[in-house]
Structure formats: C-alpha cells, structure tokens
C-alpha cells in the first residue's frame, strides 16, 4: 500500500497502521501527525489504520517568528 | 494618566486572564547562532516566545531532526506561542493548531493564516471563522492580522481576548506604515492589542507603545541586528519606556512657542538695545 508521508511516497504491507508509518521514517520524538489534514492524537497511532493514498504529516518544532 | 496604577508592578500584560510581567514577545527564528538567540533571549526576557512546526525529514542523526531548539526551549522557561505560519486554509491553520498544542502542550496560537504569499499579508476574509473553529476547541487565539478596524472588531465579537494588527509587513522594519488607522483602532477596541510584525527600530516599538498598545512581537528587528543581543536589550528598553510613557499621559501638541522659564523677572526687561 502506497502511502505519502511528508510527501515522499513509501511502500507499506498491509494491513498498516499510523504506527507502521511512523516507523517507516524513523520518526523521533518531539512530533506530531496529521492524516489527509487532520490531526492524529498521540493516543491514537496504533489504532489508527492506513488507507492507500493516505498523506500523512509528520511534523517538529522549529524556530518562528 | 492613562491608568490608576503608578507601580510598574502593577501593570502586567493580561492576555486571556494570564499575567505576564512582560510586554516584549520574541521571535526564534534568524538569528545567527542558537547561543545569540539564546543570550538574546535572556537579555530581552520577553512575556512568550514563538516557535512553529515543520516537517520532520529523516530518522535520527540526519538534519532536521536536531532537537537543540526544543531543549533549549525547555531550559528558557519562557511561555511559547506556536504559530500556524504558512498555512493558506482554515483547514490547515486548524490542523497545524492542534499539532502545536500537543507538540508543545500550551493552549496557546498566534494564528497566522496568510492569503498573499508576496506581502504575506493575512487572508482577512477567513481569519474571523478560523478564529471562531480554534476558540471553539479551546485554543487562546492571538490572530495575526491588518490593522482594519472592523477585522480587528470581528475577530473581538468571536471570542479573540487579544489582536495582534500588523505595522507593516513581515520582515520589512519599516515600522508603522498607517499610523491613522492604528491609533483609530486603540481608540475603538479594549482588548489588549499587540503589534505583530514590521518593526525595525526601538523607536517603533516605543511609538506604538505611547499610542497605547499592548506589547509588540518581534522576531527580525533582533535577529538581524548586527548585535542581536544588544538590540533585544534596546527592544525590551523601547517597549518599557513607550508603555512608562502612555501610562504617564503625554502633553497635548501645541501650535506656537511656549517659554519654559518663567518670563517674570526676566534681567535686562525693557532696557532695549541702547
């Protein structure tokens, strides 16, 4: 199952979860996840099951003004 | 006198019922090295500091992934106020808002929602509706927006305890580019306002201060500064002296010349030229 994850296209065997996907790019703490432009509780990664297609957002605090 | 209190002390910046002693909020971004950011902030010891979020690229070791930010925001101890920059859409500010509020555990949003990418100007007509969507599910919304009065009063009717007009545009320091409207808008509204963005000098930040506002939000006045450090310290002084004097009341303008020693008594009176 083809997914986007910080716009980059990765392969995951299915069924996969938000958990899967986090793993794919070696997310590390601090970080937060947004689905197709919703944002994902921390709570919620294992049972938040994947589509195809699905753009998955992984972001991280930075400098701002 | 603009207010009762004669006591810095008693004259904290209050946004959504939180006292900040404060009325000076920094921006983290630009500067040259994280130790003058750092150093900077301490010299300006603001009331928050912003911070944003962006896409984490790879796993661990690789760039961007460096959390020398975070801990170093952990060890400031300063208030931070997220920021929802470079989102176009309601959907995307609302989004990003609650990514940040997780991230960083506040409650706390400086919305920014921009609809030109040229000027950066805010897309003031969806400002007010994400504004309303972000109180709604708890957030303390400080709106980044115009400095246009009936904006500013809409945002107020949909809960915004604060405002946060701009004097010019992001990162230009061109200081208040309307002064008219701006006074006009701290003449209608009560709610603190806060000037966000186009400050170049102390000077601005203490005219708008002396016009009444609030506080001011910087971030490149310092960090482009040739002495960043230095300039947060003429900032936090500026903004002080401006509130200091709003507080004091100014003396109205007059049209002609008005001697300051008393004239009475004057030597030499009436003796002429001869």
Known sequence: ?65 | MNSTASNPQDDALVLYGQHFDSRLLLGTARYPSPDVMEAAVRRARPAMLTASLRRQTAGPGTPGTDNGFWDMLGQLKVPVLPNTAGCHSIDEVVATAQMARELFDTPWIKLELIGDDYTLQPDTLQLVQAAERLIRDGFQVLPYCTEDLVLCQRLVDVGCQAVMPWAAPIGTGRGPVNPYAMRLLRERLSVPLLVDAGLGLPSHACQVMEWGYDGVLLNTAVALAQDPVAMAGAFADAVAAGRAAWRAGAMAPQESAQPSTPVLGTPFWHHGND
């Open chain 1, 1 to 65: 199952m083809k997914v986007l994850i910080n716009d980059i296209e990765h392969d995951l065997a299915e069924p996969a979860c938000l958990t899967d996907a986090l793993a794919a790019v070696e997310a590390t703490p601090p970080f937060a996840v947004a689905i197709n432009r919703e944002f994902v509780p921390r709570s919620q990664y294992a049972g938040r099951m994947l589509q195809a297609d699905d753009r998955i957002e992984v972001i991280r605090p930075v400098t701002g003004g």
